[in-house]
């Protein structure tokens, strides 16, 4: 099977600009959660989607956002870009659903650099 | 509310060498415990998990990590360690049911000298 992918890898903006992100689960795959890395705040958990719906959201502000489409493929938005919005964004992709836990599986991430 | 420490920041690890990695969790019920690693400019791999069972988990690249509850800790073991695992190791706790957010500790950097 195909790992998570994720497009670009790259991306240089401005600020005040805004910006979408792609993501591509695995195959069969319907929970696509996005994560915020910076070397000072670490790993931090923007949001989940599964199923075409928001499930859980972490402690970001409401320039974030994200959805999710009926093949399970999401996208990030970031509008209003920050300085500090520059990161790495790291999509993960698990099985979700029922009743037991799975684990994630993480993409290559996209590198923003605001400017 | 929960919380993952890993109190090595970086590590210097001759190769051949064994190696044990530190982390500490705190979370109220049973936690989904998990290793990923991240060479630079990459995404993480998962290594193992921990989910129930045995407390004692192998993972891949001959890593193991042993649970242990009375001591609230998940530490991360190899017994000769390889110049290819210079990397970043995180330990990230999942809450259960269907909330799928990982809370990871802030990594430590792995280091090998020939």
């Not at chain 1, 992918?5 to 790259?10: C, M, V």
């Not at chain 1, 502000?61 to 209003?80: H, L």
Request: hydrophobic share 30%.
């Amino acid at each position: 099977k195909a790992g998570v992918t994720q497009t670009p890898r790259y991306l240089i903006k401005t600020r005040g600009q805004q910006v979408t992100l792609s993501c591509s689960p695995i195959s069969g795959h319907r929970s696509v959660s996005w994560y915020q890395q910076t070397p000072g705040q670490g790993l931090q958990f923007l949001f989940e989607y599964f199923s075409e719906t928001q499930r859980n959201k972490g402690n970001f502000p409401g320039r974030f956002s994200g959805r999710q489409f009926s093949n399970s493929r999401s996208e990030m938005n970031v509008s209003t870009l920050e300085l500090g919005d520059s990161a790495l964004y790291l999509c993960a992709s698990r099985a979700g659903g029922g009743g037991s836990y799975n684990e994630q599986f993480f993409g290559p991430g996209t590198r923003l650099t605001v400017l | 509310a929960q919380s993952v420490t890993q109190p090595d920041i970086h590590i210097t690890v001759s190769e051949g060498a064994s190696l044990e990695l530190r982390c500490n969790y705190s979370y109220g019920a049973t936690p989904y415990l998990f290793w990923y690693v991240q060479s630079p400019g990459q995404g993480l791999q998962l290594l193992l998990k921990y989910f129930s069972g045995d407390t004692l988990v192998q993972g891949i690249k001959g890593f193991e990590a042993e649970f242990k509850r009375s001591q609230s800790s998940f530490n991360l073991r190899k017994p000769s360690v390889h110049w290819s695992d210079a990397a970043e190791y995180f330990c990230a706790v999942g809450e259960g049911g269907s909330q799928g957010n990982l809370i990871f500790g802030k990594g430590t950097k792995l280091s090998v000298k020939p």
